[in-house]
């Protein structure tokens, strides 16, 4: 059973996701909470498997609520939850230990789907989301590799590590071998100094 924590200022968004995920038979909502206090409390409290945070809410953000869980319940897992497509919340958010972003206009199963995958451990960021980082990615690219040399197939294989592709996807979509994507990610990671994708898609915020 997925035991889950909702935290949103908007009680008819909190009490619809908890009509919604409580009607899964692999899920169950333990508590709800309207601002970040609220939500740091009531985690340390019911110790849920994820949390559903609302970015902007009163008395506590839902940025400065994800750290504060994070550094207690380092093993629970977080997803933004909000209406707004902001670069800085994402980078920021998962900067911060979240383990996806989702957007509250999310159709039903495809929320549900992202539950389930992201305590088996998967980063989750709908294409949109994913379009924005990549974007910045974009951006920054001559800085970045201006500041760790990396190779324009190195930049190449970054964008699509930020669309949340799996070596084999890259492998297909760069006409390459799966083992030589492999190398050129663990190239890409030692150069960032990062130990997965999260911390490489992260990573980029300090070069912007």
Not at 163 to 192: C, H, M, P, Q, W
Request: proline share 2%; glycine share 4%; charged share 25%.
């Amino acid at each position: 059973m997925i035991t889950i924590l909702i935290a949103d200022d908007q009680m008819l968004i909190r009490e619809g996701l908890k009509t919604i995920i409580d009607l899964e038979d692999d899920m169950q909502v333990v508590a709800l909470a309207s601002n970040g206090e609220e939500a740091i409390a009531l985690a340390k409290l019911h110790q849920p498997q994820l949390i559903m945070m609302d970015i902007q809410m009163p008395i506590m953000d839902g940025i400065h609520a994800l750290k504060v869980i994070k550094e207690q319940l380092p093993s629970t897992f977080i997803l933004i939850l909000s209406t707004f497509l902001d670069d800085d919340y994402i980078v920021n958010g998962l900067a911060n230990g979240a383990s996806g972003y989702l957007l509250k206009d999310m159709v039903t199963d495809k929320m549900l789907t992202s539950i389930r995958d992201t305590v088996q451990g998967q980063l989750i960021l709908p294409s949109a989301v994913a379009a924005k980082l990549v974007n910045r990615l974009s951006q920054a690219s001559t800085i970045y590799s201006e500041k760790v040399e990396l190779t324009q197939r190195e930049l190449e294989i970054a964008k699509l590590i930020v669309l949340g592709k799996s070596n084999k996807e890259i492998a297909v979509d760069l006409y390459i071998a799966e083992g030589t994507v492999r190398n050129y990610v663990s190239n890409l990671y030692s150069k960032l100094e990062v130990i997965d994708r999260v911390q490489a898609i992260v990573k980029l915020k300090g070069y912007l």
